[in-house]
């Protein structure tokens, strides 16, 4: 029972004492394929946006070059999910933007599950979730249950884009037991990356994670 409780603590189901490491979910054949080929379609639709679509930054940006898009390979175990755990109250936080301008967003809550660390130990990884404030109207107006995650790792600035990666959370539903996949895979650089046109949001030093996710979209530029 105490090896069940443990591992129900790692899937962040609850909270004891418990000093055992966390550990990875265990995948089926059927799940590390579905997220495979979830991502290899999520990469198809990305690529066709990129090159063809008139809100993309390449067709946008006439200066910009497309070539395509350059990934880590998929890693189904960097796939988790976690419930949100929402902070007792949100705080409004300054978030700088690339091109020097700060920005006001909400704090919101965590996710955290684990992944595959150095050598393969699972590490527990909690990352931040933000949502647009009232500071930004339209965004807000829009979008208000939008969640956003951005971080760095170690890859930063090396493998990967030197000001960071985004993740997608989904949309706030306001549930306390649903839980959001989270997939790593799909890690990727805001468009400041393609295009000086763009500003993009910093993560914070908060948002900084020590070790290195190689999954995901790495640097565009050589």
Not at 24 to 46: F, G, H, Q, W
Not at 173 to 198: F, G, Q, V, W
Request: proline share 7%.
């Amino acid at each position: 029972m105490k090896s069940l409780h443990c591992a129900l603590i790692a899937a962040g189901l609850m909270f004891s004492s418990c000093s055992h490491r966390p550990a990875l979910p265990v995948l089926t054949n059927a799940d590390s394929l579905r997220i495979r080929e979830d991502n290899m379609a999520y990469r198809a639709e990305k690529d066709a946006f990129f090159a063809h679509d008139p809100h993309s930054p390449f067709v946008r940006d006439t200066s910009a070059r497309y070539h395509g898009i350059n990934w880590f390979p998929v890693d189904p175990a960097f796939c988790g999910e976690s419930v949100l755990h929402t902070y007792a109250e949100p705080e409004t936080v300054e978030v700088m933007g690339t091109k020097g301008e700060a920005r006001r967003q909400i704090r919101y809550g965590y996710v955290e599950f684990p992944v595959p660390g150095r050598g393969r130990e699972p590490v527990l990884l909690r990352l931040n979730v933000y949502k647009f404030s009232r500071y930004d109207p339209e965004r807000y107006s829009r979008y208000p249950e939008t969640m956003s995650i951005w971080f760095t790792d170690s890859t930063t600035g090396h493998e990967t884009y030197e000001v960071g990666r985004y993740l997608d959370a989904g949309d706030d539903l306001h549930d306390p037991t649903h839980r959001y996949e989270i997939d790593l895979n799909k890690a990727y650089n805001p468009y400041c990356a393609y295009s000086a046109m763009y500003s993009c949001a910093v993560p914070r030093k908060e948002d900084r994670l020590k070790i290195a996710l190689r999954v995901g979209e790495m640097k565009y530029h050589d």
